[in-house]
């Protein structure tokens, strides 16, 4: 299914941005964040929690501020530290908080986050105000910073990706939007004039950063097998090929890959196609929260520094004292990965990803036996299946749906225990839906063809 | 010295985006980021720690990666989880850092941080992936969020820079720079060929912004008076003023006000202008790891609902489901603000900004009592005052200086005790800096006024 994509990261993007490019190259089919419906939230006033039952469905509407939950921050009253009151209600908040997220973290299965870590031996250090101000090589006047644990973590990624320790430079980012903002920079500041390509399917911050940075944008057709739920990838070297083809040199075109969960799983995968520097690429982003799995969202950027260099003449118009995007960083980010990263090495990821793959394959296995159509793209750890018919369901495992499909992403903390008791749920559920024939199974047939479709006309 | 300037919060701009401006209007000091000399730094490679004693002036240099410090990360050992030495080494580098952290945290004097809070009863939250994915306002499949403490804390703000609660848009963002870029962008969207107008002392990411954007950018001249260091502000109302003078009705421009540190503080002062949505300014900022204190960098940013209305007109087109600029968000930023806003209130805020500009008021004098020249800007709590001769005593001190002065930020975590111990070990080396007659002090007369001088010349 995916044979023709199969290069970037899954949920990657490949920007190109090039002085000009021919419309025809090959279809590059990508992730982005899903915008499936989902249906009520917990409602959490004052501490208070109750479960909203309507459903509704999720619409993008932006500039509003409805306040279905929110925790209101009152004044303390001049007898508080007698009374203890303050403390106390702060407190019930707070354990109240810790077992709702216990609870949702336990049920959670469609975002590709690594939920299960253990960074109990770095409490002792939220203490401090770690600030990694401006740029990773450059020092700062505030000393409460840890580069020296960021440094570490971007060595670790340009190794990783085949880029010599005396040639690149990169940052511990927020987000993987960063990362893109970030790569996209500076690929403009290289070709002022050039035209951002992106796969339509691209994550939205691509698009974000073309309308910020007032870029020409064109948008690319992907293949329909090729769309963002199914952990689809970039096929990067057709990309470059087709440049090539095109008779566009080495140093007419910048590639950024967002290869934001896949960037570090793919290269643990056999037979997989390499994110690698020994391509013509400029630069690579990849989030920490993901794969690694981190208590906030983080990534890493690493380019050249060839590039970089470049942004640094302009220095003075830029007036800045460093090329990232933040100023103010956090520094607690770099150690948790650094700690992540030493405890488990190359090897330890390796393990990890197969496993992965390794239980994503079981429960495709196991949906198929269970007659649910199922499909799961070889290089990736996302399971596509039947949509459940209960938007309920779909909030309790935290799933993201597109039409008529779901999906899981196997990540190193969904175990085959979860798995399990997932698919008990959900063929006990389903037995519920179509006792009385009013509801069908969706067909599925053209979201990941008819092979994996076990809909009444495909089941045959 | 500050009478003319003395709106907007300490270290503050106000970026007017208009069609058109005279070049006239009263320029406005500013607060940025110091860039001034340091001398080495902790060198730390895998764990051993060695202080390099050479002075060195710091310079601008991007694109370079010199490892003049890294933990570097090992592939563990086959039977590395039999022995433990892993852990060990982890551990090892770990309370290494830590006694470091706390040195360094115990004579920190020069940035704007408030380096005391105890989040103890937040470490809990710690184990969880906790992100804000997009919008505040709109909820998302990912579960694991903070969104009901995000939005007491912007309701805290909206309600302290008197914006109704209906009317407001806004998010917790990762630093101030954030809060800057989004200000600007809306700006830039209510007026796509406006001009952007900063002080020329405005926060660098002002112009970063500008240039990311490609905006038309004119910087606007400084009173002599008014710089960085001395903890100027923007003159919001003479602003407001000279616009209204040349013609330009309220929907003309759009000011965004980054109040850093003090747009938490001013509010607080007697006497002190007002940051304020009454007044027809468009967005406002403020960080959250400065005068709250937060163990990584984050801020507040609000906006009025109507701007953001705008930006949503658009939303196809930005290709994006949210308004921030961010796409995941810290969730655990949030959550920290809240518990500190909720335990300190107003009033507890009022009481640490009155205790700061006590003990900034207590120092000033301590210094002149000296004979140290020393200026104190009656809003802030910044104090300016002669230059130590010493880079390894501004180093251990982490104090921000620029040409002859140098300047100590009185945060909450600044007791009396700490500046008598400093102030007994300036006046002790001091004694040893101009012993044999080699060394005087440095005139200042320049920087701060004659009066406040005590130099040999205007010691008098």
Redesign the interface.
């Known amino acids: 299914m995916f044979g023709s994509v199969d290069v970037l990261p899954h949920d990657s993007i490949t920007n190109g941005i090039v002085e000009q490019l021919p419309a025809d190259f090959d279809p590059a089919a990508l992730f982005k964040?899903?915008?499936?419906p989902?249906i009520g939230?917990?409602v959490?006033v004052n501490g208070e929690s109750q479960n909203i039952t309507e459903k509704y469905e999720?619409k993008?509407?932006?500039?509003?501020?409805?306040?279905?939950?929110?925790?209101?921050?009152?004044?303390?009253d001049m007898d508080d530290e007698v009374t203890g009151e303050?403390?106390a209600y702060?407190?019930s908040v707070?354990a109240k908080?810790?077992k709702s997220?216990t609870e949702?973290?336990k049920y959670?299965l469609?975002?590709p986050?690594?939920?299960d870590?253990?960074?109990?031996?770095?409490?002792?250090?939220?203490?401090?105000?770690?600030?990694n101000?401006g740029?990773?090589?450059?020092?700062?006047?505030?000393?409460?910073h840890?580069?020296?644990?960021e440094?570490?973590?971007l060595?670790?990624f340009a190794h990783l990706w085949e880029l010599e320790?005396?040639q690149?430079?990169g940052y511990i980012t927020?987000?993987?939007?960063?990362g893109n903002?970030h790569g996209i920079?500076v690929g403009r500041e290289v070709f002022p004039d050039g035209i951002l390509y992106a796969s339509q399917e691209s994550?939205?911050?691509v698009?974000?950063a073309a309308?910020?940075?007032?870029m020409e944008c064109v948008k690319v057709d992907t293949l329909c097998s090729g769309t963002t739920v199914k952990g689809a990838v970039d096929d990067l070297d057709v990309v470059i090929k087709k440049l090539e083809e095109a008779g566009f040199s080495h140093d007419r075109f910048y590639i950024h890959c967002d290869g934001a969960l896949f960037g570090l799983m793919l290269p643990f995968v056999k037979h997989a196609p390499k994110v690698t520097f020994k391509k013509p690429i400029g630069s690579v982003s990849v989030?920490g929260?993901k794969f690694v799995?981190?208590?906030?969202?983080c990534g890493v950027l690493i380019t050249r520094?060839?590039h970089?260099?470049?942004?640094?003449r302009?220095?003075e118009?830029?007036?800045?004292?460093?090329?990232t995007?933040?100023?103010?960083?956090?520094?607690?980010?770099p150690i948790f990965l650094?700690?992540s990263?030493?405890?488990?090495?190359?090897?330890?990821f390796q393990k990890e990803v197969q496993k992965c793959l390794r239980n994503a394959h079981y429960f495709k296995g196991c949906l198929v036996d269970a007659g649910i159509g199922a499909m799961l793209n070889e290089l990736s750890s996302t399971v596509v299946f039947e949509r459940p018919h209960d938007e309920e369901f779909i909030?309790k495992w935290?799933?993201?749906c597109q039409g008529n499909i779901a999906h899981v992403v196997v990540m190193p903390n969904v175990t085959i225990k979860k798995l399990d008791d997932f698919l008990n749920e959900l063929v006990m559920n389903r037995a519920a839906w179509f006792e009385d024939g009013k509801n069908q199974p969706y067909c599925i047939a053209s979201d990941v063809g008819e092979n994996y479709c076990l809909c009444s006309l495909h089941r045959s």
């Open positions: 964040d899903l915008l499936s989902i939230e917990d959490i999720r993008i509407v932006l500039g509003r501020n409805i306040h279905t939950m929110f925790l209101e921050i009152t004044e303390p303050k403390e702060i407190a707070l908080y810790k997220l949702k973290t959670h469609g975002y986050y690594n939920l870590f253990d960074y109990g031996a770095l409490s002792q250090l939220q203490h401090f105000s770690i600030n101000l740029d990773p090589f450059i020092e700062s006047n505030y000393r409460v840890s580069r020296q644990f440094v570490g973590v060595d670790w320790k005396s690149y430079w927020n987000c993987g939007t960063e903002l920079l994550h939205y911050s698009f974000k309308r910020m940075y007032r989030s929260h799995g981190c208590p906030m969202p520094l060839e970089v260099n470049a942004l640094s302009n220095v118009y830029l007036a800045s004292r460093d090329a995007i933040m100023g103010s960083r956090n520094g607690h980010a650094w700690y990263l030493n405890r488990k090495g190359y090897r330890g909030r935290q799933l993201a």
